[in-house]
C-alpha cells in the first residue's frame, strides 16, 4: 500500500535530550512537509523540502532540524533548544505544487 | 495576508442537520482551498477542494461554497452524522515556488445522535 508512515506513534522525551521522529513515503513525491498541531492553533509549518538534499525553514523553525538525503525519508529532529517541544508531529507529502497533500498518522511527543 | 481564518471554533449539530463551516483569506493569489477532515489521533485527510474558477463543488453530503470577490470559502455538511463528528481544517494554496498550504485553527465538530 502506498502511503506515508511515521514512527514513532508515542514518543517521550527527557528535557535537554534530543529526538528524532521519522517520515517514510513511498508514493514517490518530491515535496516533503513538517507540521506541528497544537490544540486549537491549527497545522503550523516546521521545515519543508521540495527536492531531495535541499529544504527550508516554514514559520517555526527554531529548535528543529531535518534532512533530506533520501526522496522517501525525511527525519525530523527536535533538538534542546526547542522550548515547548510537546506536541502531535504530522508529516506530509505532495508531487506537485497544485496536487493534493498526504499526511501520516502523526507522533504524539512527550517531554517529560 | 498569508492567513486563513476559520470559524467556529467547535460546533454542535443534530444528527441531520447541516452543519456548516466559514474560512477567509486575504491574498487573492491563493489558487487552491481544499478541506480535510482530522479523527482524533490521525492525520488529516483531503475531503473535498474548489478552484476559484467555480463557485461550488459538491461531492455527496460534502459541499463547498465560494465567494471569490468577499474572499470567503465554506463547507457544509448535509444530513450530518455522528460519524462526521471531527475535527475540519480549511487550507489555502498560492501559486509560484513556494505552493505551500496555509491551515486555518481548525472546527472541532460533534454531531449528537
Known amino acids: 500500500d502506498g502511503g506515508i508512515t511515521q514512527s514513532p506513534k508515542y514518543l517521550f522525551r527527557k528535557e535537554g535530550q534530543n529526538v528524532t521522529l521519522s517520515c517514510e513515503q513511498n508514493?514517490?513525491?518530491?515535496?516533503m512537509y513538517w507540521y506541528r498541531q497544537d490544540p486549537g492553533q491549527g497545522l503550523r509549518l516546521i521545515y519543508y523540502?521540495?527536492?531531495?538534499?535541499?529544504?527550508q525553514k516554514g514559520d517555526i523553525a527554531e529548535g528543529y532540524s531535518v534532512s533530506r538525503e533520501k526522496k522517501e525519508s525525511f527525519p525530523l529532529t527536535v533538538t534542546s533548544a526547542q522550548k515547548n517541544p510537546t506536541a502531535f508531529y504530522l508529516c506530509?507529502?505532495?508531487?506537485?505544487?497544485?496536487?493534493?497533500?498526504?499526511f501520516g498518522q502523526g507522533t504524539r511527543l512527550t517531554v517529560v | 495576508q498569508q492567513q486563513v481564518k476559520q470559524s467556529p471554533q467547535s460546533l454542535i449539530v443534530q444528527k441531520g442537520g447541516i452543519s456548516i463551516i466559514n474560512c477567509a483569506y486575504e491574498?487573492?493569489?491563493?489558487?487552491?482551498f481544499p478541506w480535510y477532515q482530522q479523527f482524533p489521533g490521525k492525520g488529516p485527510a483531503l475531503l473535498i477542494a474548489?478552484?476559484?474558477?467555480?463557485s461550488e463543488k459538491k461531492e455527496g453530503r460534502f459541499t463547498i461554497s465560494f465567494n471569490k470577490s468577499a474572499k470567503q470559502f465554506s463547507l457544509h455538511i448535509m444530513d450530518s452524522q455522528p460519524g462526521d463528528s471531527a475535527t475540519y481544517f480549511c487550507?489555502?494554496?498560492?501559486?509560484?515556488?513556494?505552493?505551500?498550504?496555509?491551515f486555518g485553527k481548525g472546527t472541532k465538530l460533534s454531531v449528537k445522535p
Open positions: 506530509a507529502s505532495q508531487q506537485g505544487l497544485s496536487t493534493e497533500a498526504f
Open positions: 508514493l514517490n513525491h518530491d515535496a
Open positions: 523540502s521540495q527536492i531531495v538534499n535541499d529544504f
Open positions: 491574498n487573492t493569489a491563493f489558487d487552491y
Open positions: 474548489i478552484r476559484p474558477d467555480v
Open positions: 487550507a489555502a494554496r498560492g501559486p509560484g515556488s513556494q505552493g505551500n498550504l496555509i
